[in-house]
């Protein structure tokens, strides 16, 4: 039995032939058949998190650490970047979870959530594509609250290479100087939550920022700032604030490139839109398949019509979510996404039996 199971596991490993969901929701165009999909590696790690820059693509495999692949290389091999911690437990909210690149400065900026008795807690600046790292959190690396150091999420402007944003578990922290100091701008340290699990700046318009996550209470939280994230407003709409069928958080933040008054968001089980700058939300991709989470999403810039998203699936639409393809990955339940848009290649990391990271042409 253990023969055939690995036998299984190593076709699977080789190549991983597309299977095509024949469901839809919702009525359009039909989308053309895509590739196949080709494991980079990294099984047995958690990536919660994938970042393309350049010709490199970085992994955020929690406990285990960073790591980064070259794209150019043939026979390319993962390299080993720092910050593994036995601490944690392995959750794909642990550990190193996330990670940004300011392209004018040439800065990696890594963020890691741990237990408190973790020495990697904080943010992490790297000016050599990660082969070294110091502290950048000042400011946020001392705070005294339990756990409150623990970063979920990280977001620089496209608008000022200095600008940085940080979501911990209940505050929001804003940086003009690339990191180096970090001053409070949403929430309280002694405050419960679950995490700012993304936050996004408007494309064209600096003020315009939004942020998601989840309360204490389990119930997804939406912020929404018009000051270049000075100060937050916390919305309120019969979508967000219930029922929840379980354990709700916005989890991903997806804006229209040329029309901030539309954003996505990816939640349990249901992905919604907002056409009016989130005074009203229709659900867009509804439960047919259960409540698992939408992690990432994913839009592109050049034609805001189609989207990508991670869940159960791999999905994707082309008409702005009226309806959408259902692309079946290799095992079940897709987390990270990384999309090269102009190239039509993207990177996901799935999840058991052997988790890895998976690369297709779409």
């Not at 590696?41 to 495999?61: M, R, T």
């Not at 940085?164 to 003009?176: C, P, V, W």
Request: proline share 5%.
């Amino acid at each position: 039995m253990r023969s055939l199971l690995r036998c299984f596991q190593v076709c699977v490993a080789c190549v991983i032939v597309l299977q095509m969901s024949c469901k839809e929701s919702g009525t359009g165009p039909s989308i053309p058949r895509i590739g196949e999909w080709e494991l980079l590696g990294l099984e047995g790690k958690l990536v919660s998190n994938l970042v393309l820059v350049n010709n490199y693509l970085f992994a955020c495999a929690g406990k285990d650490g960073l790591f980064r692949f070259n794209l150019d290389e043939s026979n390319s091999q993962w390299t080993y970047l720092g910050f593994a911690d036995s601490t944690p437990i392995r959750a794909l909210d642990y550990g190193v979870r996330t990670i940004i690149y300011e392209p004018v400065s040439n800065e990696l900026f890594v963020g890691i959530s741990a237990q408190p008795e973790s020495l990697a807690i904080g943010v992490f600046r790297s000016t050599d594509l990660g082969n070294s790292w110091v502290p950048s959190d000042g400011g946020i690396r001392f705070d005294t609250y339990p756990r409150s150091s623990e970063i979920a999420s990280l977001a620089r402007s496209p608008h000022d290479q200095n600008i940085l944003f940080a979501g911990l578990l209940s505050t929001i922290y804003k940086s003009g100087d690339r990191g180096r100091v970090w001053h409070r701008v949403y929430g309280h340290r002694e405050a419960g939550g679950l995490g700012i699990n993304a936050i996004r700046i408007s494309p064209t318009n600096p003020n315009e920022m939004w942020a998601g996550g989840e309360s204490s209470r389990f119930a997804p939280v939406l912020l929404h700032s018009s000051d270049y994230g000075n100060s937050w407003t916390r919305l309120s709409s019969p979508l967000l604030d219930g029922p929840y069928h379980g354990d709700n958080v916005v989890y991903d933040i997806a804006i229209h490139p040329t029309n901030d008054s539309i954003l996505y968001l990816g939640m349990l089980g249901v992905i919604v839109k907002t056409t009016d700058k989130a005074q009203t939300f229709q659900v867009i991709l509804g439960r047919e398949d259960g409540n698992y989470r939408h992690w990432r999403l994913a839009i592109n810039p050049t034609n805001p019509q189609e989207l990508l998203a991670t869940g159960f699936y791999l999905y994707r639409t082309t008409n702005g979510g009226q309806s959408w393809q259902r692309i079946k990955p290799p095992f079940f339940e897709v987390y990270a996404l990384a999309v090269d848009w102009a190239k039509r290649i993207l990177f996901v990391s799935v999840s058991s039996p052997e988790n890895g990271v998976y690369k297709l042409r779409f």
